[in-house]
């Protein structure tokens, strides 16, 4: 089984419409962090967690929000989409000192009308 | 401000050698990282130098050069499955979170 899984791995919806992706992990990191990915710009960070109580903005956050509901589970939402939201978009986990190596989920490829 | 520099694109013929470049300007460095990205798909890690010099690993070596900031991945007896994006990323906090270049598009002709 996978380490990081992502939820939705596909998803096409109309602008205006709230959409959640979730990710899970097993290998029982304190840290989670969304990235999106478009074209030529590479990964660009949204939020990260660093423990169940922890968020934090990164580089784009406009437009997201995130919910940490256990150490496990890390869940992103565009409250309200728009077409520039279409990007590929990443979960990651791991990253501390002890281990500064992140460890990616298979990505969910949303697109929005 | 926090910049890290890599070629869009690069080509090279199967068998041969390719060096791939990332150069960056940070506040602080904890490390840097290559990963390889096939399309679609999620970045796997490739290596990580935290101290000067070359690290080897099969095919695959990694160079750093703190003072220059600076960093090449070379890649050995190219395979065609080695076309990918290639991910040059700096670990530059307090709290280790990773700077990203845009990647370098490789393509392996035959």
């Known amino acids: 089984d996978a380490d990081v899984t992502q939820t939705p791995r596909n998803r096409i919806t109309k602008t205006g419409k709230r959409i959640m992706l979730e990710c899970s992990q097993t290998k029982g990191h304190d840290r989670m962090y969304w990235y999106r990915q478009d074209p030529g710009l590479g990964l660009r960070l949204i939020y990260y967690s660093f423990d169940v109580k922890d968020i934090n903005k990164g580089e784009i956050s406009d437009g997201y929000s995130v919910s940490r509901q256990a150490q496990a589970k890390f869940s992103l939402s565009l409250e309200s989409a728009i077409p520039n939201q279409t990007a590929l978009y990443f979960c990651?986990?791991?990253?501390?000192?002890?281990?500064?190596?992140?460890?990616f989920g298979p990505g969910t490829r949303l697109t929005v009308l | 401000g926090q910049n890290i520099d890599q070629p869009t694109e690069m080509t090279a013929t199967e068998g041969a050698i390719v060096q791939i470049n990332c150069t960056y300007q940070t506040s602080g460095f904890n490390g840097l990282f290559w990963y390889q990205q096939h399309a679609g798909e999620a970045p796997t890690f490739l290596s990580y130098?935290?101290l000067d010099g070359l690290e080897e690993k099969g095919r695959f070596s990694s160079f750093l050069s703190r003072s220059k900031g600076y960093s090449y991945l070379l890649l050995k007896e190219l395979q065609m499955k080695d076309s990918a994006s290639y991910l040059c990323a700096v670990s530059a906090d307090s709290n280790y979170q990773l700077i990203w270049g845009a990647g370098t598009k490789l393509i392996i002709k035959p």
């Open positions: 990651a986990t791991g990253g501390d000192r002890l281990n500064n190596e992140q460890f």
């Open positions: 130098n935290v």
